[in-house]
C-alpha cells in the first residue's frame, strides 16, 4: 500500500525522491506526488497514476536544484485516485505524506477543516497539525497525533523550517535511514538500499527530526531518545531485477537458494527454536492467523503440525479472527504468518491474542517489522526483499518454516529413523525445487491453452487441496482469469456442472495415500470434456485421465507439495505474460496491505 520516501542531503532531491518511490512501486498504487523546498517555499508536484508519469510532470515543472523533500506513491482508500487526492498535501504551513488511516477525520475535518480540497484523511491531518503549529513543530505534531485514532506514518514539512523533515508513525512501517552527509525516511528498507544498509526504527511515541546533517528522536515530552542503529542484511541487488524480464520470475528462480537458507539455519540447529522466555511446547491447541498466500501456508502448517506432532491446529482467516469471538485458552499458542510483517488483519489478530494472553508467534520475512516487533516471539524466513505483488518465494519459505517446526513441536513422537527421514527430505528439498524449475517450458507451453480461458478450476485433496488454494490464487491475481479451487471430492456437490468442453482443470497429486482417489475425481470432469492438467511424480501414469502433465521429483512426506507449487507458480506467471497482463504490479493489488 502507501509507499513514503523522504530525503536530506547533497544530491538532486527530486531524482532521489522519485528513484525512491521506482522502489516502492511493489508495495501497489494508483497515484504518486513529490514536494520539495525551494528558496520561496515548497512545490508539490502530484499526479494521478504510474511513478513515470510523475517523472515526465517533475521535468515539465523545472525544479530548481534542491536537497530535501518527501514522495508519496497512493494505494486509494479515501477518494478515487486522481491528482488533487494524491499525495503530498498542504494546509498552511504544513506540507506532508501519509500511510494508514485516521478513521475518525469526519469528525477532525467538522472541527479543523470543513472545506477541504481532497476527499482524504490526509488532507485533514495536515489541517489539524497546521492548527496546532504555533512555531512549534514538536509540539504541533504530537499535538494533533494525539488527536488521531487509527494507524498512520507521516512525513511533514513546515513551510518556515526548510530542509528538515518531521516523521513520526502509529501501526504503518516507516524507518529512517543514515547516510554520509545525507539521511533518508522510507516505508521500507529496499527503498534505501542503494545509498545505505543503516536505519533506525522509530517507535510509537516518537519523532524523528531529519536534516542532511543529522537525525534526532525526541518523544512527547521533548526528551531526546537514544535508539539503535540496525544494518539491513539484504543487498542492493536482491531488490533488483537482475537481468529477468519480472521481479516474479527473479524471485521464482530465487526459491532453491532462500529456502536452503531458511532451511540450513533452522534445520542445523533447532535450538533456535529455543528462547529463554518461550517455551514452544504446547499443551493447549495452536492457532494459526494469516491472510491470503500466507493463510495457505498456514493451511500447509496446520497439516504437518497435526500430522507429524498431533497437535490440534485452527487455521483463521486473519480479517475475520477478531471478529468470530474465538475460543483461546492461556495454554494455546496464537502463530500468526506474514511476509512483510504489516498486514493490519494479521497484527490485529496477533493483538487479540494477546489481550487474552496467549502466546504469540510470527513467522515473518521483513526485520524489524510490526508483526516481528509484537509477537512475544519470532521466526524469521530467510526469503530476502520480495517484491513482486504476488508472493512465491516467501510463501515457499513460510511452509518450509512451518514444516519444520512441525518437526520441532513432534519431539519425541518421531523415530529417530523419521526424523533423520525428515531431515533428508529438508536436505534435498532445493535440488527438488531446481528441477521443478527446469520444467519451466513445459509450464510455458501448458500455459498457451489458459491464455483464452475465463475459468480456471484447481483441485486436490490434503496438502493437494491447500496447494490447490495458492496455486488458484495466484492465477487470478496475476493474470485476472477467474479460477476456484476445490477439495477434489467435493466438485461433484455442485461444481461439477461448471465444467464444459475444455474447462480448464489442474490438480495436484502429491500426496499419495489420496491419490487414486483424486484420480478418480479427475476421471469425472474429464469423463465432461475438462482439459485436465496435472503435476505429479515422474512414475505416475497419467494418460488415461489427463491432457497434460508436468512431472515433479518424487519424495514421500509433508515436504513434498512444495516441488509443485514452483511448478503452478510458473505456469501463472506464464498464463499473465502471455495475456500481457502488468505481472509485478497486478491491478488494484498491494504488496503490504496496511489497513483492515
Ligand atoms: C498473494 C499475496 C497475498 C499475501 C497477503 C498477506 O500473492 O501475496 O495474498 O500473502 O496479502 O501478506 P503478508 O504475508 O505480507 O501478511
Not at 520444467?439 to 491447500?466: C, L, P, W, Y
Request: charged residues 25%; proline residues 4%; contains cysteine.
Amino acid at each position: 500500500m502507501c509507499g513514503i520516501i523522504g530525503y536530506a542531503g547533497g544530491r538532486n532531491a527530486p531524482d532521489v525522491l522519485i528513484g525512491g518511490l521506482e522502489k516502492l512501486e511493489y508495495r501497489g498504487y494508483d497515484s504518486a506526488g513529490i514536494a520539495v523546498f525551494e528558496k520561496d517555499g515548497v512545490r508539490v508536484v502530484k499526479t494521478q497514476g504510474k511513478v513515470e508519469r510523475l517523472r515526465r510532470k517533475v521535468e515539465r515543472a523545472a525544479l530548481a536544484e534542491v536537497h530535501c523533500g518527501i514522495g508519496h506513491t497512493r494505494w486509494a482508500t479515501h477518494g478515487e485516485p486522481s491528482d488533487t487526492n494524491a499525495h503530498p498535501h498542504t494546509v498552511g504551513h504544513v506540507t506532508l505524506v501519509h500511510n494508514g488511516i485516521i478513521e475518525n477525520y469526519h469528525d477532525l475535518a467538522a472541527k479543523y477543516h470543513p472545506s477541504p480540497v481532497s476527499d482524504t484523511d490526509t488532507e485533514i491531518a495536515a489541517a489539524v497539525i497546521n492548527a496546532c503549529y504555533r512555531g512549534d513543530p514538536q509540539k504541533a505534531i504530537f499535538e494533533a497525533v494525539s488527536m488521531f485514532h487509527g494507524a498512520y506514518a507521516l512525513c511533514v514539512m513546515f513551510d518556515d523550517k526548510p530542509d528538515t523533515v518531521y516523521a513520526t508513525r502509529c501501526a504503518s512501517p516507516l524507518i529512517v535511514a543514515r547516510g554520509e552527509n545525507e539521511n533518508f525516511l522510507a516505508s521500507d528498507v529496499p527503498a534505501i538500499l542503494c545509498y545505505t544498509k543503516r536505519y533506525y526504527l522509530p517507535e510509537q511515541g516518537e519523532l524523528a527530526i531529519v536534516t542532511r546533517d543529522d537525525i534526532r528522536f525526541v518523544d512527547e515530552a521533548g526528551n531526546p531518545v537514544e535508539k539503535e542503529l540496525k544494518t539491513a542484511d539484504w543487498d542492493e541487488d536482491a531488490a533488483q531485477k537482475s537481468g529477468y524480464d519480472h521481479f516474479m520470475l527473479k524471485e521464482i528462480f530465487e526459491e532453491p537458494r532462500v529456502l536452503e537458507q531458511t532451511i540450513l539455519k533452522y534445520k542445523n540447529d533447532f535450538s533456535i527454536f529455543e528462547d529463554e522466555e518461550f517455551c514452544f511446547e504446547v499443551k493447549g491447541n495452536i492457532h494459526i492467523v494469516a491472510c491470503g498466500s500466507a493463510y495457505h501456508a498456514g493451511l500447509m502448517g496446520k497439516y504437518a503440525i497435526e500430522k507429524l506432532a498431533r497437535i490440534p491446529v485452527i487455521t483463521h482467516i486473519a480479517s475475520e479472527f477478531r471478529y468470530d469471538d474465538p475460543i483461546l485458552h492461556p495454554d494455546d499458542l496464537v502463530i500468526a504468518i506474514s511476509q512483510s510483517g504489516e498486514t493490519a488483519d494479521t497484527l490485529a489478530a496477533v493483538r487479540l491474542a494477546k489481550e487474552h494472553n496467549v502466546r504469540t508467534l510470527g513467522i515473518v520475512n521483513v526485520r524489524g517489522s510490526s508483526l516481528a516487533r509484537m509477537a512475544d516471539h519470532t521466526l524469521y524466513t530467510l526469503a530476502g526483499p520480495e517484491i513482486a505483488v504476488a508472493t512465491t518465494k516467501a510463501y515457499l519459505c513460510q511452509v518450509a518454516l512451518m514444516q519444520l517446526l512441525a518437526v520441532k513441536l513432534a519431539g519425541h513422537r518421531l523415530t529417530m529413523q523419521e526424523y533423520k527421514d525428515m531431515m533428508v527430505a529438508f536436505e534435498t528439498l532445493p535440488e527438488r525445487i531446481e528441477t521443478a524449475l527446469s520444467f519451466r517450458e513445459t509450464a510455458e507451453n501448458i500455459a498457451a491453452r489458459f491464455v483464452d480461458k475465463e475459468h480456471v478450476f484447481f483441485m486436490g485433496r490434503g496438502q493437494d487441496f491447500s496447494l490447490a488454494m495458492e496455486a488458484s490464487l495466484k492465477l487470478k491475481e496475476i493474470s485476472y482469469i477467474h479460477s476456484e479451487s476445490y477439495a477434489a471430492g467435493e466438485l461433484k456437490h455442485g461444481t461439477i456442472s461448471l465444467i464444459t468442453e475444455n474447462t480448464p482443470v489442474v490438480a495436484s497429486l502429491t500426496d499419495s495415500a489420496r491419490m487414486q482417489k483424486t484420480i478418480s475425481n479427475l476421471k469425472e470432469v474429464k469423463a465432461r470434456g475438462a482439459f485436465v492438467t496435472v503435476v505429479t511424480y515422474d512414475d505416475v501414469a497419467t494418460d488415461d485421465f489427463a491432457d497434460c502433465k508436468i512431472s515433479i521429483p518424487r519424495q514421500p512426506d509433508v515436504t513434498a507439495t512444495l516441488p509443485a507449487i514452483v511448478t503452478l507458480q510458473l505456469l501463472s506467471y506464464y498464463v499473465a505474460l502471455q495475456k500481457g497482463c502488468d505481472i509485478d504490479q497486478p491491478r488494484n493489488l498491494a504488496k503490504s496491505v496496511t489497513v483492515e
